[in-house]
């Protein structure tokens, strides 16, 4: 089933509690998991961050939000317990606590006014009807949108440069990645072969132990398998066991599955992947505004 968003937690999260002993948050995230029948692909699920499971997010962002409510106590660190004004809540059987339900609670109002801006947002997108998405989940989403239009625009100006500034841009992007060594021993391989469908050679270590045979194509169409295997017999001839194809192009479906089933290893880098590692390590792109999301540090107020 769909992990449930953290509007839908809430009651039973609350439920859970009901036995009025302390409950750990990890230990209640097995228990709902097996009381929505997720699956382990769908609890190990990550946030696009890649930093944190969406279930437990979502488990976490249930459990402060009851806890501002009043409905749960933090009797101890890592642990929750609910409150008299929780069972109340529960007495009176409610089909589904959600945000706007919480709302009814001067303590969660006094809460949410801390940040005047994000309380206007909550009546209009935390609704039954609304976004159903944790803090960090719309934050990560919007990040996302951003990056969807950026990668299409940067690839745009990639297109709008010369043959000689897309193997240059190559080279740097592989350097980045930790390829090659330095930028100037990089910069000295780009355009000396010239020769057998290869545009220029680099270090795959700064140790030089291995090198990658790299070769920029400048495409607006598809690149398909005839190409690539000129590469290919480009490799063979080097004796070279590893390459880069990179184009501003696409690559057709039969030059993707001939790549997986030869040898030497070549990887194939599309003009939308290009732009996405462009962006990654930061390249031909600025930061414009950070932010840095902080939690509580527990170890801090551990006593002696």
């Known amino acids: 089933m769909p992990i449930p968003d ?27 998991a097996v009381e929505f029948n997720l699956s382990e692909e769908e609890k190990s699920q990550l946030l696009p961050s890649g930093r944190q499971p969406i279930f437990y997010n979502r488990v976490s962002w249930a459990k402060v939000y009851l806890q501002q409510a009043g409905l749960l106590l933090s009797p101890r660190r890592g642990c929750f317990q609910i409150s008299e004004k929780g069972r109340q809540v529960l007495s009176d059987h409610p089909d589904r606590i959600t945000v706007k339900f919480l709302e009814t609670f001067p303590e969660f109002v006094e809460a949410r006014a801390s940040s005047k801006k994000e309380k206007d947002k909550s009546a ?20 996302q949108r951003i ?65 990658i045979y790299i070769q920029a194509k400048k495409w607006e169409g598809t690149v398909g398998r005839p ?39 070549v990887v194939l880098i599309d003009g939308s992947q290009l732009a996405e590692l462009m962006i990654d390590f930061g390249l031909g792109v600025t930061p414009t505004v950070s932010y840095e999301i902080k939690r509580i540090d527990t170890d801090y107020f551990d006593e002696v």
């Open 6 to 32: 953290f509007q839908t937690l809430m009651l039973p999260l609350l439920q859970f509690a009901s036995d009025g002993k302390e409950h750990a948050l990890r230990d209640t995230q097995e228990k709902l």
């Open 124 to 143: 209009e997108r935390e609704t039954d009807n609304g976004d159903h998405e944790t803090p960090e989940e719309r934050l990560e989403d919007a990040y």
């Open 147 to 211: 990056r969807g239009g950026l990668a299409p625009e940067l690839l745009n100006h990639v297109k709008d440069g010369t043959a000689q500034f897309f193997e240059r841009l190559v080279v740097e992007l592989l350097v980045r990645m930790g390829y090659g060594g330095s930028r100037k021993e990089a910069g000295q391989a780009i355009g000396h072969s010239g020769d057998e469908g290869i545009d220029g050679i680099i270090n795959e270590d700064r140790l030089g132990l291995d090198v």
């Open 227 to 265: 190409e690539i295997q000129k590469f290919v017999g480009a490799l063979h001839g080097k004796r070279a066991r590893k390459g880069v194809f990179n184009t501003t192009g696409t690559f057709s479906a039969d030059a993707i599955d001939y790549v997986s089933r030869i040898d030497p290893k």
